[in-house]
């Protein structure tokens, strides 16, 4: 052994400049941990046991004109996990499948909102029961990654009878989540899905908060202040709108299970929306949380259509109420005077080239002014007054007074209105070939509010808001903003009286709405009947008019499906009109039209 | 004359290491989901006592008797080595290995930590009993077989990290007997060639080096086939062994080249331990207030992980302080190695002080991705009742040697 004093002492010094250089090597990697690096380590070791729980904010709260709920929030539990990956998620669903009785199509959507955000806690149930969040509460331990959460749940009071304009609020789907008006939003939160819910998404949302809880490696929250301090979810302010919850209700009544139909209850100065109803309707409150697939199934098969919005969506032939519309143009392309009568009487009916083209009434109704025709609505006046008109004049005068846009209400998804284009040529043309049509036969079809013409009932209520004030339409709107206003009409105040006068005469003894007169209140409005292409034995029922007639504070539109005659909805609009103006007792319970 | 003054240096540096240890553990048994770990530390406090009651007889006994029962001794623990592969268990880490002598399923211990010393003593025995240091590879096949043997049983077990500290052990000392340098390097050639095999271009640089190595050393012509032979087969061999691991041997030696690779399982524990170590900045979180620890995000935080701990609740500070000690502890016996009296003396406290260097540096530097996870403890600090003892069993076996080295004290001599 080379053990020579001289030897060892070289070994010595060698060693212990190797152990010096190793200390020095690994108290290097330190320093540059835990001095220079410290920062980064430090927000890792925050993000590493601090789990951000989303706070969802309270929607904002719906009120009507007087200050009623249409829309709030009550407390609800929402059951989310946590999952490190797609793997635990899955089988922590298998585990809770029994306890939370979880379907195949809750498991796949819980997997599809994981994949969409998976740092994001996995809405497993968005609105559980207190019977399941008890038997979780018991199990919590066995489940450290479950997060069991109060959250507000939308509500609506009076359920079905708003959901025509109100809509319903639901988890956001997969294609909303790539659409730019919906950036920043994440799997499982609540979004409106219709009416105002949905149009006043960005008011009504409010800001969502992030709690943060401090959880150790296991997933489980622990007591503790964390570093990051909360942040508490926002509510959005309250949405302010027009509709007179009462009369609403009053609405709803009013056609109760036996009309199907809609109805809008406008100011007909501002375009304020005091009622819309569509019937039947829906409850928004089971909507909440996932829409239980029975009901939606119910939904959906329903012959009636419920989810169907007959004031905004549904198009039909304005009928007769279309004929203020022709006697309009008329007047105001100076083709005819009030008081002019037409050179055909009403017999039944006219001949019109090889066609003949029949009046409502059989009987006739002789001559005609322009005031008695639209008392009596006596299609044989307005063949004629269409075919002075001429085909042209018309559908552009149908065009100038917006009969061919939507009104512009402050609802998604309304339908646009059938109606000829400008050039009616191409047009007709187009529809029916060049020898399929003729100008006349078109006239006289489109002057009496049948042929290429289908309106909401929404697009007909703006149209009468001309009528019922000074000439301007203002657009139908359900919350409070500054009327939008357009003059399409430029009567002279003589011809104003008199076309009021006759308005008023459909609702009087001598009119088709004879028996809808309410006393005290002089109601002006004209009804409609319209072929029904789905069974052409039972008409549908129009009525759209104002009241008082001379200074109106509320307009009206019905439309009832399978109504048969207009008078028929004009005593919906006559019920509603005196409802809102006082001038018939308060019988809310009225459910038949007698 | 009786002398009765201690090595203070070392037993005191060993001493405040060891309540250093026992402190940590305590800490790190303060989690906030309270588990067995909490109270840990106090049979740590007891096999601390019971290790120093040993180094207290050890250091009673003399050298000599120390060197007589060298033989006997390991060969009784080679035994117990061999009677893991029947009746193994493993924990913590190694709970897929068979590390510790169980009966009935219970850990009795585990006998490795006493083979370490036993085989720096017998490879000081064989070593001290040359009158020449080994001038080549084939002077080497006793030493080779003395850890061999034991080393063969640990990988059979297998415990990596074990292994390591033998290969550690068995250089540091050939080394210390004045082997040269060109000669280690020969010695170590093959394991280079088994790392570098897994990159042909890599592989035939290093053969040029080796060339170069044994034109300047001119070993025996037997003796450089043999080199060279061992250096293909290692290289040829390897990759195959490497297909042969388990996948979750294969992913802790992959995680070491990058945790961030799988940081949900083989790359976990090191990534919580950087960011428990990183996090505790330049002076802690405080003692027992280390997040990481608390909310048990670090993996065996009172065994091989211990130091992560440190680094979280004391900072650079704390890690300093702790690197400083044991350099303390290894300078020291340095000294005592190359003050003793005898080459046998020199040999085992030098080997005894390579056993806990790389202990230290495996597991310090497991820590911070720096060396590769494979469950090495660290001496003084991580709990575990047999490698304390053994810790304080060296003390007492280095204590003796300073003694009886010249001029200076162990605990007690006569």
């Known amino acids: 052994m080379s053990f020579h004093p001289n030897d060892i002492a070289r070994r010595t010094r060698l060693s212990s400049v190797a152990l010096a250089v190793g200390f020095v090597l690994l108290l290097g990697a330190f320093f540059r941990a835990q001095v220079l690096e410290t920062a980064a380590y430090t927000v890792q070791s925050q993000e590493n046991r601090l789990r951000p729980i989303p706070l969802p904010a309270p929607r904002g709260i719906i009120y009507d004109r007087k200050g009623q709920i249409i829309a709030e929030n009550l407390p609800a539990y929402s059951v989310s996990i946590t999952a490190p990956s797609l793997d635990s998620l899955r089988a922590s669903l298998k585990q809770l499948q029994p306890t939370l009785q979880l379907t195949e199509t809750d498991i796949n959507r819980a997997v599809r909102r994981y994949r969409r955000a998976p740092t994001r806690p996995t809405v497993i149930l968005a609105d559980a029961s207190i019977d399941v969040i008890s038997v979780l509460e018991e199990h919590r331990i066995d489940y450290p990654r479950l997060i069991i959460q109060s959250v507000p749940k939308r509500f609506y009071p009076d359920g079905p009878l708003v959901a025509s304009f109100v809509g319903y609020t639901g988890e956001i789907s997969e294609s909303d989540l790539n659409l730019p008006q919906y950036e920043g939003y994440n799997p499982g939160q609540s979004v409106g899905r219709g009416g105002l819910e949905k149009q006043y998404e960005k008011v009504l949302r409010g800001i969502e908060g992030v709690r943060y809880d401090e959880v150790d490696a296991r997933g489980r929250a622990v007591q503790g202040v964390g570093p990051r301090p909360d942040k508490d979810a926002r509510g959005a302010p309250p949405l302010q709108t027009n509709i007179d919850l009462d009369l609403q209700k009053f609405v709803a009544s009013v056609f109760g299970d036996s009309l199907r139909g809609g109805a809008i209850a406008l100011e007909p100065n501002s375009g304020a929306v005091l009622a819309l109803y569509s019937n039947p309707s829906f409850d928004p409150n089971r909507f909440t949380g996932g829409i239980p697939a029975d009901y939606w199934k119910e939904l959906n098969t329903d012959p009636w259509r419920p989810l169907f919005n007959k004031v905004i969506q549904g198009t039909y032939p304005p009928a007769s109420t279309w004929k203020l519309a022709t006697a309009a143009i008329g007047l105001e392309n100076k083709v005819v005077k009030l008081e002019e009568r037409m050179s055909i009487p009403c017999n039944g009916g006219m001949q019109y080239g090889s066609r003949y083209f029949r009046c409502w009434e059989k009987r006739g109704h002789g001559y005609q002014t322009l005031s008695g025709a639209i008392e009596k609505s006596c299609d044989v006046y307005f063949y004629q007054l269409g075919l002075r008109i001429g085909l042209s004049k018309l559908v552009g005068g149908g065009i100038d007074l917006q009969f061919a846009d939507r009104s512009g209400i402050d609802l998604p998804n309304e339908y646009k209105p059938r109606f000829p284009a400008r050039d009616v040529r191409t047009y007709y043309n187009k529809r029916y070939g060049p020898r399929g049509w003729t100008a006349g036969a078109n006239s006289l079809n489109l002057s009496i509010g049948q042929g290429e013409n289908s309106q909401t009932v929404v697009n007909m209520a703006k149209f009468y808001t001309a009528l019922a004030t000074d000439g301007h339409t203002a657009t139908p709107a359900l919350v409070k903003r500054d009327p939008d206003r357009k003059k399409v009409l430029t009567f002279s105040p003589n011809q104003w009286t008199t076309i009021r006068t006759a308005l008023a005469g459909v609702v009087s003894s001598r009119g088709t709405a004879g028996g809808s007169a309410i006393k005290g209140l002089v109601i002006a409005g004209k009804t409609g009947t319209a072929q029904n292409s789905e069974n052409p034995n039972v008409d549908h029922a129009w009525f759209v008019g104002f009241a008082p007639a001379e200074k109106p504070t509320i307009l009206v539109a019905v439309f009832l499906e399978f109504g048969d005659h207009g008078w028929l909805a004009a005593r919906v609009a006559s019920k509603i009109m005196g409802r809102y103006t006082g001038a018939v007792p308060i019988e809310i319970a009225t459910t038949e039209i007698e | ?414």
């Open chain 2, 1 to 414: 004359m009786r002398r009765t003054v201690a090595d203070y240096p070392l037993v005191l540096t060993a001493l405040i290491l060891s309540l250093f240890g026992v402190a940590m553990v305590y800490s790190a048994g303060q989690t906030d989901t309270p588990t067995a770990v909490a109270k840990v530390y106090k049979s740590q406090l007891v096999w601390l006592l019971f290790g120093m009651l040993g180094a207290y007889g050890i250091s009673r006994s003399s050298v000599r008797f120390l060197e007589w029962v060298t033989v006997p001794a390991y060969i009784f623990s080679t035994l117990l080595l061999a009677l893991t592969l029947v009746i193994g268990a493993g924990a913590g880490t190694a709970a897929s290995t068979k590390s510790w002598i169980a009966i009935g399923g219970v850990r009795l211990g585990q006998p490795s930590e006493l083979a370490k010393i036993t085989v720096v003593m017998m490879l000081a025995h064989v070593l001290a009993a040359r009158k020449e240091p080994p001038k080549s590879l084939l002077d080497l096949w006793k030493p080779a077989l003395v850890v061999g043997v034991p080393w063969l049983i640990i990988m059979l077990q297998p415990d990596l990290g074990t292994g390591i500290v033998f290969i550690g052990i068995f250089f540091g000392m050939l080394y210390w007997s004045g082997v040269s340098w060109p000669l280690l390097l020969l010695l170590g050639s093959p394991l280079v060639s088994g790392i570098l095999a897994f990159s042909t271009g890599l592989w035939g640089a290093w053969f040029l080096v080796l060339a170069a190595l044994v034109l300047y050393y001119r070993p025996y012509l037997v003796e450089g086939i043999v080199l060279m032979v061992a250096n293909i087969g290692t290289g040829i061999i390897a990759p195959i062994l490497w297909e042969k691991l388990a996948p979750y041997q294969q992913n802790r030696l992959l995680t070491f080249l990058d945790p961030s690779s799988d940081p949900r399982a083989s790359g976990y524990h090191v990534l919580q331990s950087k960011i428990a170590i990183g996090s505790g900045g330049f002076s802690g979180k405080g003692f027992t207030l280390g997040t990481q620890k608390r909310l048990a995000f670090l993996p065996e935080q009172h065994t091989d992980f211990i130091f992560a701990v440190v680094g979280e609740e004391i900072g650079f500070i704390g890690v300093t302080l702790a690197l400083t000690l044991f350099l303390i502890v290894f300078l020291r016996i340095t000294r005592i190695a190359g003050r003793a009296n005898d080459s046998f003396s020199s040999l085992v406290a030098f080997g005894l002080m390579t056993s806990w260097f790389v202990h230290v540096l495996v597991n310090v530097g497991m820590t911070l991705n720096l060396m590769p996870i494979t469950g090495i403890p660290l001496p003084f600090f991580s709990y575990g009742g047999s490698f304390m003892l053994a810790c304080w069993l060296a003390v007492g076996i280095l204590a003796r040697i300073s003694g009886e080295g010249r001029g200076k004290a162990a605990f007690q001599t006569s």
